[in-house]
């Protein structure tokens, strides 16, 4: 079993960052990285609909999957409700407790770190490649050039000038991984230069795992309102942040279907769907951790 790795929001050490010369805003893997990825046997897993909790679990047993029997997974997922998932290290007083309950706003707590991300159930659209350690690039920032290939593509169906960050930006707010400060290792940008996904890696039992959240429409009340004692304005939250439905006439079903297609093509994979054991881990996991308050509230790992 792997050490799992945990890498900082939206997953990258910053060292890591500093040292490697990767930093002019890259949409596609050096040209020294050949995995021949569509070779291998992948599936696609249409987007579900599912609660906070279980979508994490699920990546955690793709995880376990890809280690165990060699299977590579893409999916693409909706929050429901609509959901706030912290960064690993977050400190649970940066939340608003009292306004996500009475919101009904799930909150969760991410294997990745970084800030925390407020998942609309239609203005978010979701996504994770899993796939065994051995056969991804080591160098992290090479894996985020190969694994960022599909999200590219995607945003080009649609019409989308995007691209990495091309420079740090100062954070807005530190809490909030869409207003912390913008890095060209993971961040993703619009034309404009404002923030339309940002995405996270991380390893567990010998696999690795990118996810990463894309803004198809903005909420910045919402969005601000699950942070605790912010002092950020709704005008300053849309000076850093853009969404898909303003930079492009598609519509939500669109865009899903743009970035499905585009990862089905990146890695050959056939359509395929969870195993009800998977589901049945996922769900038990969900239960034992996800949604435990020693694991949301602490970062304590009951499992």
């Not at 230069?193 to 990118?210: E, H, L, P, T």
């Amino acid at each position: 079993m792997g050490k799992n790795l945990t890498l900082d929001c939206c997953g990258c050490p910053a060292a890591a960052v500093r040292e490697t010369p990767y930093q002019q805003g890259y949409a596609r893997a050096p040209a020294n990285v050949d995995m021949d990825l569509a070779d291998r046997d992948w599936r696609l897993i249409r987007e579900e609909t599912r609660p906070g909790p279980l979508q994490m679990a699920l990546d955690e047993v793709a995880a376990r999957t890809a280690a165990e029997e060699g299977v590579r997974t893409l999916r693409v997922y909706q929050w429901q409700p609509s959901t706030l998932s912290l960064g690993y290290h977050q400190d649970p007083d940066t939340v608003d407790w009292y306004y996500c309950d009475h919101e009904a706003i799930s909150v969760t707590r991410r294997p990745t770190g970084g800030g925390a991300i407020y998942h609309d159930h239609w203005g978010d659209i979701s996504y994770s490649i899993v796939a065994p350690a051995d056969e991804l690039p080591g160098d992290l920032l090479e894996s985020y050039g190969l694994l960022c290939e599909p999200l590219f593509d995607a945003f080009e169906v649609m019409g989308i000038d995007a691209r990495f960050a091309e420079e740090e930006q100062a954070a807005v707010h530190e809490p909030a991984c869409y207003l912390r400060g913008l890095h060209p290792a993971h961040d993703v940008v619009a034309g404009d230069g404002r923030k339309i996904s940002g995405n996270a890696q991380y390893r567990q039992r010998d696999a690795v795992v990118q996810h990463g959240s894309i803004t198809f429409q903005s909420r910045p009340e919402r969005h601000l309102e699950c942070f605790a004692d912010h002092d950020v304005a709704p005008a300053d939250f849309d000076e850093r942040v853009t969404a898909i439905r303003e930079c492009a006439p598609v519509g939500r079903d669109e865009a899903v279907a743009a970035l499905e297609g585009a990862l089905a093509d990146w890695a050959d994979a056939d359509e395929g769907a969870w195993t009800d054991d998977e589901l049945d881990r996922a769900s038990d996991l969900a239960g034992r951790k996800y949604e435990a308050e020693s694991w949301v509230r602490d970062g304590d790992d009951p499992t």
